[in-house]
């Protein structure tokens, strides 16, 4: 091991804190969940710590085989942190709504064993290593999304386990080709890599496949289909961890790939932009549709996640001057984790006094809760755009970005894709993404105002107000906190907003970034004074005021008259059922019994095909062996034999010597003994095959 042990501690001290929960939780309960709450907040304050050890690195030689390589920058420091906290705050959160569920101890044992493998995602220094802790992070967390093992819950994680195998055995095979073209899979040498490459259109197929599985856990469409049932079917505290983390640990590595070899690579990020505006569209419109209220904000999720690889994307567009999609994307990816944690907590509060998830069941469950009612509110204004909150800075830095590049073909009159398309068709391209990201924001303004008003303006549901303590003092102690942060980070973009973004801008190559000097908080660069955003200025303040008045508009013209309680999403419209469960339980085990049996009949060919070859091979070696041997047989044992007159056709041995002479034993011993062993490999060969 070389190099820092901490980074090593933040990996394995949450793993260790869930087996010591878990054998403590097999003979007394409370004490479970103090360990499990004490693991959490040593691991907050050993992420906090961290912050003077920018730069560290540890190297564990020959673990997992290649050896798993950690280090820590900006970015990976900012999600360390971002990362404990939110495990802090469920944890904590998590023994008052678990109160009456089972299997408890199992829960706490995984969900601090994902918090360890997701750290060493963000951790990691090389792909390699991502990938490793990748796959620990995908089998540990299904059992957070099969908890309550309901059917429901049940195939839910059917879908949410087939859907990470798949994409992980995808992933390891870009790898393995990644490696080969670029000699390394280091995350910070990739892009140095890949500029001494002559060719670099082959590096296509393997960072596709490479990509497929970080976006499957991203919820990129079409591979979202696991999200909405993995969100509602899993307890409220791991669904924030689901929606606020473990997407993200998907989006690190499409940065990785974004930010390295394909490093302002305008093909990559027309890809990325397509998918980014259809995932971001259809989240929308499928939480608009929504009547759960878990289901919703798990759509939303999907939606936002959109949102933020349209910031990746457009990095890639921007290419030196892609600061604002930089700073755009690590805020917009920062606030929807803090946004989610909020709102899937408030869900889990309805979720403990209630029991139900449908709107109508729980409608005016926050009537007289001010407590609730400011959580919420929170959560919704952040995850609307709204200005003074933390999710307008980001949405508004993306935008930024799409309109900058915009306007740079209309003056420069070129623009990035000129192999496919004009000038004009490009920008003509960019102005139809604009208006997808503001209608899509639009949307969910839409949504968050139909729960909205679910929740606190319609009458409340026989029974909702039984309960008047609805929730423990530690609970919303918690729920306090993790609100009072959104509006907080939103009304001092300056102080606190800005030196976050520069603190993560080096890892995805951004051009501004904090002075070598000094941590986050220092003066910022040159570059970033050059592209400073004026946050609440009038043109800033236009993109959130359209997305927001569209948004109020739909919701009194359309939801709040025919979606509010009864309109569903039409099941025929269902990938999951439609297309990825048939193919992964029809198509694939059926292409694999056809090339089955093609094997199997070339198997059943060979072997009776065996014997023929045998005697062949024992034929020609007969042959072969029979001339040479007769050049070493002794002249004595040529005289022991009588050559028959020409009339005979065989010849005879004397009545004394009635042993055969050795020129007839000798080949044939020799013959068949090759020929046996000749037979054996070939069993031996058919075996391997």
């Known amino acids: 091991m070389k190099g820092n042990p901490l980074l090593l501690f933040l990996v394995l001290w949450p793993m260790a804190g869930g087996v010591l929960s878990f054998m403590a939780g097999r003979h007394h309960k409370r004490i479970r969940d103090i360990i499990a709450g004490a693991a959490a907040l040593a691991e907050l304050a050993a992420a906090v710590w961290c912050r003077g050890l920018l730069g560290a690195s540890l190297a564990l030689e020959g ?56 750290m060493g995602v963000f951790l990691s220094a090389d792909l390699y290593t991502t990938f490793v802790f990748f796959e620990m992070m995908s089998l540990f967390s299904y059992i957070m999304v ?73 919820a990129i469409f ?86 933020i690889l349209t910031g990746v994307a457009m990095q890639c567009f921007l290419g030196k001057d892609n600061e604002l999609a930089v700073r755009g994307t690590i805020l917009y990816m920062v606030g929807h984790s803090l946004i989610k944690l909020v709102l899937f907590l408030s869900a889990g509060v309805v979720h403990m006094n209630t029991h139900k998830l449908e709107l109508q069941d729980i409608r005016g469950f926050g009537r007289g809760r001010p407590l609730f009612l400011f959580a919420f509110l929170m959560g919704g204004l952040g995850l609307m755009g709204m200005p003074l909150w933390n999710g307008y800075l980001g949405k508004t830095l993306i935008h930024e970005a799409i309109v900058e590049h915009i306007h740079h073909i209309g003056h420069a009159g070129t623009g990035t894709l000129g192999f496919i398309m004009t000038a004009s068709a490009e920008a003509s391209l960019f102005r139809a993404a604009e208006w997808t990201f503001l209608l899509s924001g639009a949307l969910t303004t839409a949504y968050v105002v139909k729960l909205f008003v679910v929740l606190f303006v319609e ?32 009304c001092l973009p300056y102080h606190l907003a800005d030196p976050i973004a520069f603190l993560g801008a080096p890892f995805m190559s951004g051009t501004a970034g904090i002075p070598q000097s000094g941590p986050a908080g220092s003066s910022v660069s040159e570059a970033a004074v050059h592209h400073a955003v004026s946050y609440f200025s009038p043109e800033a303040l236009e993109g959130a005021a359209i997305s927001i008045g569209i948004g109020l508009a739909v919701f009194f013209l359309l939801v709040r008259g025919f979606l509010m309680f009864t309109r569903r999403w039409p099941e ?78 065989f010849g005879v041995y004397q009545e004394e010597d009635p042993e055969p002479p050795l020129r007839i034993l000798l080949p044939s011993t020799l013959a068949y003994g090759l020929a046996a062993f000749a037979l054996g490999l070939l069993f031996i060969l058919a075996y391997l095959i």
């Not at 085989?65 to 469920?90: E, H, K, P």
């Not at 429901?152 to 080969?180: D, K, N, P």
């Not at 039984?466 to 939103?490: F, Q, R, T």
């Open 63 to 118: 673990v997992c085989g290649l050896g798993l390589n950690l280090t820590l920058d900006g970015f990976r420091l900012i999600y360390a942190v971002i990362i404990a906290f939110m495990w802090t705050a469920t944890t904590l959160f998590s023994p008052e709504y678990l109160e009456h569920h089972h299997n408890r101890t199992r829960y706490y044992l995984f969900v601090l064993m994902t918090e360890g493998a997701i």
């Open 459 to 490: 009458q409340p549901a026989p029974g909702l107000h039984e309960k008047k303590c609805y929730i423990s003092p530690l609970n919303a102690a918690v729920l306090a906190v993790s609100a009072a942060v959104l509006p907080l980070l939103g």
């Open 222 to 307: 079409p591979a979202h289909i696991w999200l909405p049932t993995a969100h509602t079917a899993a307890p409220a505290p791991a669904s924030a961890l689901l929606s606020g983390l473990l997407t993200k640990s998907g989006l690190f590595g499409i940065l990785a790939l974004s930010a390295g070899p394909f490093l302002h690579d305008a093909r990559w990020g027309l890809m990325l932009l397509v998918l980014a505006l259809i995932t971001m569209a259809l989240g929308a419109v499928l939480a608009v549709f929504s009547v759960n209220i878990k289901r919703t904000l798990a759509c939303s999720s999907m939606s936002q996640l959109g949102f």
């Open 572 to 649: 025929w419209l269902n990938l999951e059922d439609r297309f990825f469960r048939p193919l992964i339980a029809g198509a694939l085990p059926a292409t694999g019994a056809f090339f089955a049996k093609r094997v199997d009949r070339a198997a059943d060919a060979v072997i009776r095909a065996l014997p023929f070859l045998g005697a062949l091979m024992a034929r020609v070696t007969d042959l072969i062996c029979a001339g040479p041997m007769d050049l070493v047989l002794s002249r004595a044992a040529r005289a022991r034999f009588i050559r028959p007159p020409e009339d005979h056709e």
């Open 146 to 218: 099969v908890q309550d093992e309901t059917p429901a819950a049940r195939r839910a994680a059917q879908t949410y386990l087939a859907i990470a195998i798949i994409g992980g055995l995808v992933t390891l095979a870009g790898l393995l080709v990644l490696v080969r073209q670029t000699g390394t899979l280091v995350i910070a040498d990739l892009a140095g890599a890949v500029e001494a490459m002559k060719d670099r259109s082959a590096l296509y197929i393997p960072g596709f496949l490479v990509f497929v599985g970080f976006a499957a856990k991203a």
